[in-house]
């Protein structure tokens, strides 16, 4: 009816005065297009009927709805694409800039990487024990914490740099590794800043990847026959998940744990996870990435502690979000490099 096209081409008006104002110009193309679409169906909707009986659609107004789900979808799509982009452009903003910030100077050739947030109950620990066994440099990445853990570092004049904003494991690795690459270390250790990890293994664990020449050794809680008393039920049904999902990249190679954050990298891998690092939580994606290059991974047993203070940050229903989110990644690096 006359009504409908008159109405329709309102709303287009409508919606054009917002491009570049609240809604993005950058989606231009794709509402022009169904715009186009909305006023070709009110003008003239029989046309579409061969369409639609070619597609097996009865009704010509099933067709358009089914058009305008298709476009949420791609519009849904879209703007998850450029969130993602925005997002590891921000974290790679925050990271460069507070690597470039780190002046404590370098004595050995192994730098420990800790990733904290919000860990004022267990940094101070953290930093005796760590200086108590040596051997090592080390440097905490205070991932925008809103506790006291910046103050208690500064205190105890620990080596420290603070993220402008919260960028999550990634980020907070990310800033490490450009960090050894700036100040020229040989090997990185992940290591966790809540007390699981044993620090006075850190050095046996560097002698056996330059021992076996290995790109990556993994501190595993479940290889050797060791016990792990700080694992969950839900956590470990987790990692068997995984574990099989990583032989899609290796079904020669089998990994124990690889979920664990305590883990010594060579300088060989650095420059291609600070181009490619995953998102979020990355230990099992870095696997799949350094599998797909070829590179040379171990397994040394460690027996881990619980927690000194506080709760993990993936437990309960994030255990089972963290799964997911994992397998999907594991599943999609697959299919995007065959």
Request: net charge positive; with cysteine.
């Amino acid at each position: 009816s006359p009504l409908l096209i008159i109405l329709t081409f309102l709303g287009i008006t409508a919606m054009f005065s917002q491009l570049g104002g609240k809604v993005a110009a950058r989606s231009a193309p794709a509402w022009i297009l169904l715009f186009g679409f909305l006023l070709f169906c009110a003008i003239t909707p029989n046309s579409l009927k061969p369409i639609a009986e070619a597609l097996g659609i009865q009704v010509v107004s099933n067709l358009i709805f089914a058009a305008l789900i298709f476009f949420l979808i791609f519009q849904a799509i879209q703007e998850s694409v450029f969130s993602t982009q925005f997002g590891r452009k921000l974290r790679q903003l925050v990271s460069t800039q507070a690597a470039q910030s780190f002046t404590f100077q370098k004595s050995n050739r192994t730098l420990v990487v800790l990733p904290t947030y919000n860990e004022e109950k267990n940094v101070e620990l953290m930093v005796r024990h760590l200086r108590a066994v040596g051997g090592f440099d080390f440097c905490f990445v205070n991932d925008g914490s809103v506790d006291s853990t910046e103050s208690i570092l500064r205190s105890l004049n620990a080596p420290y740099i603070t993220h402008s904003a919260n960028i999550g494991v990634s980020g907070g690795l990310m800033t490490g590794f450009k960090i050894a690459l700036l100040q020229g270390y040989d090997y990185v250790v992940q290591c966790d800043s809540d007390g699981q990890h044993p620090v006075e293994k850190i050095q046996s664990l560097v002698e056996s990847a330059e021992r076996e020449n290995a790109d990556l050794v993994i501190a595993s809680r479940f290889t050797g026959g060791t016990k792990d008393e700080s694992s969950t039920v839900l956590r470990r049904f987790g990692s068997l998940m995984i574990r099989y999902s990583l032989r899609l990249f290796s079904s020669s190679q089998t990994m124990t744990d690889p979920t664990s954050g305590f883990r010594i990298y060579s300088r060989s891998v650095i420059p291609l996870l600070v181009r490619d690092m995953p998102e979020e939580y990355p230990e099992p994606e870095i696997l799949a990435l350094l599998l797909l290059h070829q590179k040379k991974i171990l397994e040394a047993p460690v027996v881990m502690s619980p927690r000194h203070d506080g709760k993990s940050s993936i437990s309960g229903f994030r255990s089972a979000h963290f799964m997911m989110k994992v397998l999907s990644a594991l599943i999609g690096l697959r299919l995007r490099n065959l």
